[in-house]
């Protein structure tokens, strides 16, 4: 039997199983961390196809990578699996997860007895502290040749771009005071995070395209006839690639700053440790992907025009050649981390997507673990890419 037959034939073999999975992990919404039910669902059923089981590398709770061959190109599918607060598989991470744990089920079957590897690394939390930021500082991705998984959308895009995004809080200090009987004795935090945003919207005007910045207050004093003593913001900035984004961020930070001497309080910053890179996504890879996806038989039509966000996929893709291709789930405008969209998730509609990416991404990974020469031309892409960014 011919590996793309035998990729077909495994998926197909275990439809059944796999959908239920996707379903189980849909009604079972657990948030960044605390991915505890989908872990165990996912890395039995690994374990049962007879993958090599770690729990818990790069030191994370609910993270894993499952393991199959011992030598040869090494290629790894990432499964998240976290929901929204709320709104559940609002980003269909039920599929994404599916998608690679079929993926790597699939090519396994059809390379056995051939060299080549092939890892399914479960990456936490990317809503929120991106788990895969922990995955690649800690060297879990560091001896994979080529990685890849897929996202569902309302829009089909092989070769996406995503901002890179920091997060940064401030905090101002003031002094308490009656608002009405004394407020010259007061220093009001609150005027100075409200000239924080100001500052911030005339700052806009000046930025390059594709800059986004945006912020809420997450504390804005306590009593209506209290001078506030403290205030706190917290705001994602975003641009195309780091290098700009770290003169925005000295920019709102200036912002925040000249609010500060204007209400004559103390600002204190920090950032959160999780600055997520721009995706550098593999033109190499993602077009031998395009193809398979064709072989596969996708056949959503769906051309809706769509913003850019930010990934931790972005920081995997700075250590190996990586793809992240989103896929429509419907030609529909169902747009994601909405109660719809959560809806959307657990149909048999997105399932078939599901399944199909899972194919799409085990006939790539034959196709790569059988050729040398479409493996250089992948690495020379990497390595152009990355001298382009600067690094
Ligand atoms: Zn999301
Ligand atoms: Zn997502």
Known sequence: MANYERIVKSIEEENENLIKMAREIHNNPETGRNEFIAVDLITKYLESKGFKIFRGVGGLKTSFMASKGEEGYHVGFCAEYD??????????????????????????SAIENQPGRIS????????????KVDLVRLGVFDDIDAAMMFHPDCATRIHIDSLACRDYKFIFHGKNAHASSEPWEGRNALDAVIQTFNNINALRQHLKDNTRIH????????????????????FLIRASNSEYLKEVVEKVINCARSAAIATGTDLEVSESDYPYEAMLSNKVLGDTFAASLDE?????????????????????????PSIYPMLALTDEWVPRHT?????LCDTEQAYE??????????????????????????????LNQLDQAGE
Not at 120 to 131: L, M, Q
Not at 215 to 230: K, L, Q, S, W
Not at 304 to 320: L, P
């Open 83 to 108: 929901a929204l607060p709320e709104i559940g598989h609002g980003c269909g991470h039920n599929l994404i997860a599916i998608a690679s744990v079929a993926a790597g089920v699939a090519l396994a």
């Open 120 to 131: 399914i690394i479960g990456t936490p939390d990317e809503e929120e502290h991106g788990g």
């Open 215 to 234: 912020g809420i207050i997450t504390e804005g004093g306590v009593a209506v006839n209290v001078i506030p003593d403290r205030t706190a913001a917290n």
């Open 296 to 320: 596969a038989g996708y056949s959503v039509e769906s051309k809706h025009d769509v913003g850019i966000g930010s990934i931790d996929m972005g920081n995997v893709s700075r250590v190996t």
């Open 339 to 343: 109660f719809e969209f959560a809806s």
């Open 353 to 382: 997507v599901m399944l199909t990416a899972g194919k799409a991404m085990a006939i790539t990974g034959q196709k790569v673990i059988n050729d040398r020469e479409l493996q250089k031309k992948i690495k020379e892409d990497f």
